[in-house]
């Protein structure tokens, strides 16, 4: 009884409790993932701290002594993290003995202090670690020897180009390569034989951006800015795709690379299915091209008011903007489901009600559309209107309307809205309207 009640403490709490010093902590062989924060010891003291290290320095050594495997070992530790770069290393070879696979370390943000820039990554080196997560903290400087990784995930490091370039080119097994929050990418190489993933978000450079891939498996790549950084859509960027042929999926950030820059990237990249774009605010039309697009998104787009299209094989739409686009031609047969964030308010009422129609007939051959929207005013369409015009929705099986604003509305609202939408679809199958 008392073994089965031991095998179901987490590891923080069996160390809390020093069990793990006594010799029935061979319990733990059905726990290889070790997880330790410095929330486990609450003291902020040096004291507290050195005595929590001497804790996780027990349970491992003890784990090798019994030679019980660690899958998985989480270290959000490093408040004091210059302290620790002599015993970690001897933590994670001790680990890698007993076939460590995922390695997670950082440190819990604000936990003593916000200067998470201060502590140093220790070296890495391992024969075994298949996924590493670093976060909050710098690996400037850092040694790295990880023969089998696969997947590598950052979050706010700062670190240089050059050891980015070196540690995915010391990686010949990598697959996957995720950048969050992080700094200093001004000349970036992607590149790894196996590389198949790259996905970079909440980028903050400043400065021209030069991004060059050699990754000939790369099928996914996402580059995209921390928003709230307004200065970041003045700056021009290159990008250099000629070592990436394969790509099939391409999301970009407008307020870090040119629109002109994407045009030439998306006419390289020949076999490319979807490509999403993230607008800036002076972007008021936008032209895509490609022959084999199946799935196109635009999103963030405040002033975009006219989208010209040449995608004949585009499968999927999405579009989210407080404008009604102007949106042709309508080249595209495949055409089967759109996302649409738009409001549909009135101002100019006869002029309101045409211009939602006519961008509604775009999709009026999809298969399902779904609308999200404040103001529905412009779906309500007059007789009058109705007497001008063909249902612009004529084949939509599908369609759903979200309303965001919870407003009051009476019944004979209500139901000319559903009318409305009825009528705009007369092949309708299925239709839900929430809010």
């Not at 770069?85 to 440190?107: F, Q, T």
């Not at 604000?110 to 997560?133: A, E, K």
């Not at 909440?202 to 891939?213: H, V």
């Not at 250099?240 to 629109?259: T, W």
Request: net charge positive; aromatic share 6%.
């Amino acid at each position: 009884m008392i073994q089965e009640i031991m095998s179901r403490l987490s590891p923080r709490h069996a160390t809390q409790m020093d069990i793990l010093s006594k010799d029935w902590n061979c319990a733990f062989n059905t726990l290889p993932a070790l997880e330790f924060d410095e929330k486990t010891f609450g003291s902020k003291d040096d004291d507290g701290h050195d005595t929590f290290l001497e804790y996780i320095d027990r349970y491992i050594t003890r784990r090798h002594e019994l030679n019980l495997s660690i899958d998985s070992m989480s270290l959000f530790i490093f408040s004091r993290g210059n302290k620790l770069n002599p015993i970690v290393p001897k933590w994670i070879d001790i680990a890698s003995s007993l076939n460590l696979r995922r390695l997670s370390l950082g440190r819990i943000v604000n936990y003593p202090d916000r200067r998470w820039y201060m502590q140093i990554c220790p070296d890495l080196v391992s024969d075994t670690i298949s996924v590493l997560r670093v976060s909050h903290l710098s690996m400037e400087g850092v040694k790295t020897r990880l023969p089998r990784l696969e997947e590598l995930v950052l979050h706010r490091v700062e670190k240089s180009d050059e050891f980015s370039n070196k540690l995915m080119l010391s990686c010949p097994a990598l697959r996957r390569v995720e950048l969050i929050d992080c700094s200093n990418s001004k000349d970036l190489l992607i590149c790894g034989p196996k590389l198949e993933t790259f996905e970079a978000s909440g980028m903050s450079d400043k400065g021209n951006l030069s991004i060059s891939t050699s990754a000939p498996n790369l099928v996914s790549f996402s580059y995209t800015s921390n928003f709230s950084m307004a200065y970041l859509y003045e700056e021009l960027s290159a990008l250099q795709v000629h070592g990436s042929r394969n790509l099939r999926e391409l999301a970009l950030d407008l307020r870090m690379v040119e629109i002109r820059t994407i045009r030439k990237t998306v006419s390289q990249l020949h076999l490319l299915e979807t490509l999403r774009l993230k607008g800036r605010p002076s972007t008021e039309r936008i032209r895509v091209t490609h022959k084999n697009l199946k799935h196109l998104a635009l999103t963030g787009f405040n002033y975009l008011i006219r989208v010209k299209t040449q995608t004949p094989n585009l499968v999927s739409f999405q579009y989210d903007g407080p404008n009604i686009l102007v949106i042709g031609p309508r080249d595209s047969t495949t055409l089967a489901n759109a996302r649409l964030e738009v409001d549909f308010g009135v101002r100019n009422k006869r002029r309101s009600y045409l211009k939602a129609a006519k961008f509604l007939r775009y999709f009026g051959h999809c298969d399902s559309l779904t609308l999200i929207c404040k103001e529905v005013k412009a779906l309500v369409l007059p007789e009058e209107i109705k007497s001008e015009m063909l249902p612009p929705l004529q084949n939509v099986k599908h369609l759903r309307l979200q309303i965001l604003c919870n407003t009051p509305e009476d019944i004979d609202t209500s139901s000319r809205l559903t009318e409305s939408l009825r009528w705009m679809s007369p092949n309708l199958e299925t239709l839900v309207v929430s809010s």
